[in-house]
């Protein structure tokens, strides 16, 4: 079983490097006022102009920069999402992690020390919202992405991990709730289960449709939190 799990974790590595360069992309024109941070989730479809930071800078008529990698993770080892934040004048910090964490780290299996590494139960201790304060305190807003699910009836690297995600969602909910212009947009509202189409051919990332629906998400609630 042992050897099983470091198969499928050795094959999840490969597959979260394999989507688009991994180097720091400016969309759109002027100086960037958003900066996308995070996993395979906010580079996927990069390559065509279709990533979760295409769609919000189409959408909000914002340059953005999109520093994403995938296979990141926020426990440190390999590529670190805090890495990738560069301090400067952003309105807004978009992130997500802790996916490759839980795979990576804990195998999807027993994770509650992860979890615990991660984010408290109350959200108010841990690698996740010491992070998040130091960007509030830089002078951004910060939107944390709420993973979501994979999709029914169907087996994927991070079926196992659905119950800890879910617990990781509930942690990070509970973290923006308790700290000041932080704001929790769950993509399980989205990215529907039963909807292959949201998926792409892995089953584990966005297809450019389910790109579309998170960075519509998002776009939404940067707009509806700065009056334009």
Known sequence: ??????????????????????????IGEGDPTVLVIGDSIMEWNRSDD????????????????????????????GEDIRDQYEPGPWEWVVMDGGANDLGETCGCGPCEAVLNDLASPDGTRGTYPDFVR??????????????????????TEFTACADDLEELNRRLQAMASATDRVTFAPAATVIDPDNREHYDEDLVHPS???SRLIGELFANIITANTGD
Do not use: F, H, W
């Open 50 to 77: 279709a990533s979760v930071a295409d769609v919000i800078a189409a959408l909000t008529m914002r340059a953005v920069q999109n520093n994403a990698v995938s296979g990141s993770l926020l426990s440190g080892g």
């Open 1 to 26: 079983m042992t050897r099983l799990i470091a198969l499928v974790l050795t094959a999840l590595a490969l597959l979260l490097s394999c989507d688009s360069g991994g180097e720091s992309r400016l």
């Open 208 to 210: 450019i449709e389910g």
């Open 134 to 155: 130091r960007l509030v305190s830089d002078g951004a807003g910060v939107l944390v992405m709420g993973y979501y699910m994979a999709p029914t009836s169907a087996e």
